[in-house]
C-alpha cells in the first residue's frame, strides 16, 4: 500500500525483529505480486494507488 500510494523506499527491516525470515518472505513474495498486479518492477507501482471509492 505505502507504494501505491507514492513511497519511493518501504521500511521492512523493523519487521526483522519479530520474524527473522521477513525480508526473505518479502524478496520470495514480491515476483508473484508484481505479476498479480501485471507489474515488471517495483518502480512501475510508485503513486498508482486508486481507491475502490466512487
Known amino acids: 500500500e505505502f507504494i501505491l500510494a507514492g513511497a519511493s523506499a518501504v ?3 523493523s519487521m526483522a525483529f519479530h520474524d ?12 508473484a505480486v508484481l ?3 501485471g507489474a515488471s518492477d517495483v ?3 510508485v503513486g498508482q494507488w486508486q481507491s475502490n471509492k466512487q
Open 43 to 45: 518502480t512501475s507501482l
Open 35 to 37: 505479476a498479480d498486479m
Open 11 to 13: 521500511q521492512i527491516g
Open 20 to 31: 527473522k525470515l521477513a525480508i526473505k518472505h518479502v524478496i520470495d513474495g514480491l515476483p
